[in-house]
């Protein structure tokens, strides 16, 4: 029906491009964007999952912050203990040498004596960023022999999160205690057998062998300076190792955590991201129903222009 009151044809026409529009302008902003889900209008479900992702993508970028200079306190520790563990065995060179009949003890202690200096100066100067693993004070306000590496970050299906961490316990490294309850592996008082023991009688940090003789009790003492010296070796080289296998672990965890974020990245560009050929495909199909549409709108208006030819004289 034909009617000057209602013209159906032209509301049909303008509701149909008006749906046009509105689709060419989801679609514009999916391509400026980049997002198919900018907002939590497009998608609840996938926006909520997306958010609390990227929030964690977030935390786990700290947490690889947190493994690096955990592996750089590490890696110092290591390097000033391997130093530690060839100035020890030039003493126990030393000493060796000092076990022969006829050497002037004197001298050698005097070359003894910079060694331990030395050795002094590899366990303070072990430090980054203001952590020191193997010159310690056990009696300071807030020491803890357990330091901790933040290694991990991990939300459960519940939605509780938790912090992981890779610990290290620095009574097995140190090498100095400034407490007077405490002992490193160097100022440890030892026995005859050279094991650390609060009955011992001398520390590798302190031995001297400039007054000794050659009386039997004084190359007894001499040997077990040898042995105190041997087994400090060992036990750092078991500190060297320890900080060797946590090194390995914080590296491995390194990858891990980096993988992971790779991983949360790409799952989230699923859920959200535009398809661009999709996109530009449908926006190129939108502008010709565009144009189509402003076309039978501009029909459907002219068709009740053809009422008034009835109303015409011959």
């Given at each position: 029906m034909d009617s000057i009151k209602t013209n159906f044809s032209a509301m049909t026409a303008l509701q149909s491009l008006q749906a046009t529009n509105k689709e060419m302008l989801k679609t514009q902003q999916r391509i400026s964007t980049g997002f198919r889900v900018a907002s939590a209008e497009d998608n609840a479900a996938y926006w909520s999952i997306s958010t609390t992702m990227r929030s964690d993508n977030k935390a786990l970028t700290t947490v690889t912050d947190a493994l690096g200079l955990g592996s750089a306190t590490v890696d110092v520790a290591y390097t000033a203990l391997n130093q530690s563990i060839d100035v020890a065995s030039e003493i126990k060179a030393k000493l060796v040498a000092a076990r022969e009949p006829g050497v002037d003890r004197a001298k050698i202690q005097s070359e003894i004596t910079e060694m331990q200096n030395q050795l002094k100066s590899n366990a303070d100067s072990a430090v980054f960023s203001g952590q020191n693993w193997l010159s310690v004070d056990s009696s300071a306000a807030g020491y803890n022999a357990a330091k901790s590496v933040v290694a991990s970050f991990t939300r459960a299906s519940d939605g509780t999160i938790s912090i992981g961490t890779i610990t290290f316990s620095v009574d097995s490294s140190k090498l100095y205690d400034a407490s007077a309850a405490g002992v490193g592996i160097l100022d440890a008082l030892r026995d005859g057998t050279g094991a650390q023991s609060g009955t011992g009688t001398f520390s590798v940090a302190s031995l001297n062998v400039s007054a000794l003789t050659e009386s039997a009790a004084d190359l007894t003492t001499l040997e077990t300076y040898i042995k105190g010296v041997d087994k400090?070796?060992?036990?750092?080289?078991?500190?060297?190792?320890?900080?060797?296998?946590?090194?390995?672990?914080?590296?491995?965890?390194?990858?891990?955590?980096?993988?992971?974020?790779?991983?949360?990245?790409?799952?989230?560009?699923?859920?959200?991201?535009?398809?661009?050929?999709?996109?530009?495909?449908?926006l190129q199909a939108l502008q010709v129903q565009q144009q189509l549409g402003v076309q039978a709108l501009s029909i459907a208006n002219s068709s009740s222009q053809n009422i008034l030819s009835l109303f015409r004289g011959n």
């Open positions: 400090s070796i060992t036990e750092m080289t078991a500190a060297g190792t320890s900080l060797g296998s946590t090194k390995k672990r914080i590296g491995l965890q390194q990858t891990f955590v980096k993988v992971l974020m790779d991983a949360i990245e790409r799952g989230v560009s699923t859920l959200v991201d535009a398809n661009m050929n999709e996109e530009s495909t449908k």
